[in-house]
């Protein structure tokens, strides 16, 4: 049955579609490349492209296990047992933190800095052969985890550091990160380097989530962010490439098509940064756009992620994929097929946000269906062992 994304192109996947391909090959070639090669990074580090055999010791269940990052419910050590098991038998390399829970509207990991510290101590704890990812959106303003409804400091917007000066961005992301790095958060999932280009864009300008519509503003202060996590140990992944700031709806809900509104504009943020070496990881966008891939949406495509991002923009280090729970993904694909497609595009670390539908068991399904697809033939182990040495480097244990 065609999804609502297939009816969408369906139609021009003949003519359209080759006129489609040629274009973006033509965008992709003029893009600029890097001045500079990337750095190594601190703490993380680039990979080969073309990994080596995996390391002694590491099964393939284990390092499939290390893609995923998974959300789940539980204030306590005992209320997350079941999470903890995961972490200590290999199953699990990644967690995200969610103060409420969307589905039943209570509390879901964040009570206070005292609890939450505890509860990230338990499930570090378990890690074993590599340390766990602990993950969060703590962007400021209204996408903050932690505030003073549990006991953590008041945050200011994108928008709001935006119209003031790259130094004070950065003191205040200095703050955002002691307070990630005193609980045991590693990564945050921020900053935003979308463009605020729609003022009405309901996920991002709507909500003060970009620094500003001028490219090199976006720069600076994502630069000063970047660098003040750094400073604290704590690694960041900005968001939401290649772009979601000319988006007219909110892929939370379904199919987005950018392909009449987005410009390669959307792209210098991501471009500068990478450019200067500072982003720990990059996580994709939910959006379709035919001018970069006439088939697939960003986070699933080939072009986009592995051509665009890696060959173009010249990044080797993780790539995260936005809740693969989303509308935008279940909607037209279905959550398995949206796995495949994800690896096979380039993809390193599978989010499942547990928000938006609740999976208790997701992380063993994630792990049991990615084994399967190797065994199948689909996805080879060595395509499993380039993520698996990028997320080693994220987590500074490569």
Known sequence: MLSRRRFLVGGFLGLVSVIAVACAAAIRSSLPSPSSPIATPTPSASSSRSPSPSPVGATLRERIGQMLIVGFRGLT???AEPIRQLIADGTLGGVILFSRDQLSGGTRNVESPDQLRSLIAALSGAATA????????????????????NGFPATRSAADLGAGTPSETGATAGEIAETLADVGVTLNLAPVVDLAVNPDNPSIA??????SADPAVVTAHASAFIEAHHAAAVRSAIKHFPGLGSATADTHLGVVDVTDVWTDVELEPFRNLIRDGLPDAVLTAHIFNATLDPVHPASLSKATVDGLLRGDLGFDRAVIIDDLQMGAILDAYGFDEAVALAIEAGIDLLLVANQLVYEPDVATRVVDLVERLVTDGRISEERIDASYRRVLALKGAA
């Open 77 to 79: 050590p005992d209320d």
């Open 130 to 149: 590599t340390p766990l990812l602990v993950a969060i959106d703590q962007e400021g303003g209204q996408v903050a985890r932690l505030g003073p409804a």
């Open 206 to 211: 709507a909500i003060g989530r970009s620094f």
